[in-house]
């Protein structure tokens, strides 16, 4: 294509996929209607570039003479937060916050700004969604700000540049990316060369003047506007916030960072005045656990670090239909019609005729496999309408043949539950030996699913 030409292409809203034609459904991610044709401008080649990268004189150093400095962060006192992090917002960074709309992104990031502004950090928030009152609404809900935080509101990328240069903030917040629009890119605001195209000017600013850039991206449906996945591979980190509308707890999940790990999350609970943290989410994810019910199993799952009571609900009942329904959620669906498959196998449990749904409550979305016998032991007690021990914690992994496998971390997952006043606990013999010196909880150790059922149902 010759240098500087206009031209277009066809992008999948979804996942960024270009393509040089429209097509029904995206090759990348088979989102369906997902391609929309956008201009594109060639740019001056980017050979002309590196050649004269080589003789601008440009070498390569060895690592051993690179010193790292002090790892700085700031950290935003709320911990939920900064744990997801890896400690606070590293300096001159860009972080993705995605999440639905109206999840909670904008109230999260005001909050963040009241922490940082309040120790002396200037702040700079630019919202291209809300009006300047509708943003000090939401403000007043929060609580006090000082006058380190500053707003604008903007959609125009050339002239925020041009703010942030001369008002040099630390921490700068883009409400949303996908209401950002350049001028020197000819599609619409939302689009996904819009939406690249602003990350990369922010990412460069972010960079250049060393300042901690929080992007808020919206997930979104309807394939139009590109959503979060297209940047995901530009940032520095990539965080989502996710949960139920309906239900007042948020989870904040780290999906990519450069500078910590990805395992951790953070437990918010939206309130009156903003979110809340929630400091042990253990208690609020057993606290409806209804008591003596069948099917109702207590386990413990770890995120990152942190051990996390989880109640596993299965209901069990004989079908109406040809195909008995099966339904899972907050767990793998194709996880738990393996579960049953052991079951059946090898309990000689006929499951074939029963409908089945299999709940992790709380609104949490769980794939590890150590909670596969509380999903085993939720079913086969739904199934003979026996409750389980309402002081019993339930956790190992379960292979094809029915027997139970060792877990990491068995030893924080009981004292998780013992914290939390569970007084037995049924876990993986291959762990048995890492768990001798616990004490104040009763342990059973078993080999097999047949074993765990018959310590439960005894
Ligand atoms: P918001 O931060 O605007 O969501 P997003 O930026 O992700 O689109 O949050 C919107 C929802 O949060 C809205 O439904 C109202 C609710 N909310 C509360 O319940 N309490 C509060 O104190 C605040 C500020 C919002
Ligand atoms: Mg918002």
Redesign the pocket.
Known sequence: MAKGKASSAFFCQNCGYEASKWMGQCPACRTWNCFVEERITVKSSPAAGSAKAVSSGRKPVELKAVTSGKEERFATEIEEFDRVLGGGIVPGSLTLVG????????????QVCQKLAAKGKEVLYISG??SLAQIKM?AD??GDFTEHFKLLTEVNLGTISDVVKSEKPEVLII??IQTMYNEEVNSAPGSVSQVRESTGILMQLAKVENIATLI?G?VTKEGTVAGPRVLEHMVDTVLY?EGD?QD?YRILRGVKNRFGSTDEIGVFE??????IQVKNPSEFLISGKPEGASGSVVTCCMEGTRPMLLEVQALVCDTNFQIPRRQAAGCDFNRMNLLMAVIEKRMRMPLGREDAYVNFAGGMRIFEPATDLAVVMALVSSYRNKPVDDDMLVFGEVGLSGEVRGVAMAKQRILEGRKLGFTSCVVPYANAKQLTDVEGIKIYTVKNIMEAVNIIHD
């Not at 939206?270 to 979110?275: V, W, Y």
């Open positions: 999440g639905d709309p109206g999840i909670g992104k904008s109230t999260l990031l005001l969604e809300e939401r809900r929060i409400d949303s808020v919206h916030f509308k007042i939206m309130g009156e005045a903003g979110l």
